[in-house]
């Protein structure tokens, strides 16, 4: 997907972040077609191929998986669906996403994996899953080199999510205090 995205338009103007998630509907609960409904209407319009007897039909008979791209035009989302469509076979479609509607903001993910730069990727990570991360004895330059080897990137790096490890801390820094309070009773 990523080598489309640099095929399609070279020279981006802006980062583009990109996450990745499941989408699994056990047929439990909501009617596929009220799940599509809901998932691509808004006013004004959302960008999209799908519609909804498509993305119904889509949720009846298979598992889906979507990867979210931000930072992109419009003009810039057509391109890259016409090249997803001519080189993925798995490829489906896509959709804008507008984390106002409550079925976007509870099935997609909330924070970008990747940012992509011109030429460059960075893999995106939080203070709390990198200390995770070293605690377990991950290799952090794994999945750098992994990159590296494919080629595509001018370069490959870490860029710190500075907004969801500042969460984390605050987080982090409340239950130490309850701790603390709770050892002093």
């Not at 981006?12 to 809901?38: C, E, H, I, K, Q």
């Not at 993910?109 to 893999?123: C, K, N, S, T």
Request: charged share 25%; glycine share 6%; net charge negative.
């Amino acid at each position: 997907m990523l080598t489309q995205v640099s095929r399609v338009v070279p020279e981006y103007r802006r980062d583009l972040g990109m996450a990745v998630a499941s989408l699994f509907f056990d047929g439990n609960g909501a009617a596929p077609a009220d799940l599509a409904a809901r998932f691509l209407a808004r006013e004004p319009a959302l960008w999209k191929s799908l519609t909804v007897p498509g993305l119904t039909t889509l949720i009846r008979s298979c598992n889906l998986a979507v990867a979210t791209v931000s930072g992109l035009s419009e003009e810039q989302a057509a391109d890259l669906h016409e090249a997803m469509r001519e080189a993925v076979a798995s490829y489906l479609g896509y959709v804008e996403v507008d984390k106002k509607l409550p079925l976007h903001e509870q099935l997609l993910p909330e924070h970008d994996d990747y940012h992509v730069v011109g030429a460059e990727l960075r893999l995106v990570y939080s203070a709390a899953k990198r200390a995770l991360d070293e605690a377990n004895g991950e290799d952090l330059e794994a999945p750098l080199n992994e990159w590296r080897q494919g080629g595509l990137f001018s370069s490959v790096e870490w860029e710190e999510d500075l907004e969801q490890s500042a969460v984390e801390q605050k987080e982090a820094s409340m239950i130490i205090e309850a701790w603390l309070n709770a050892q002093s009773e």
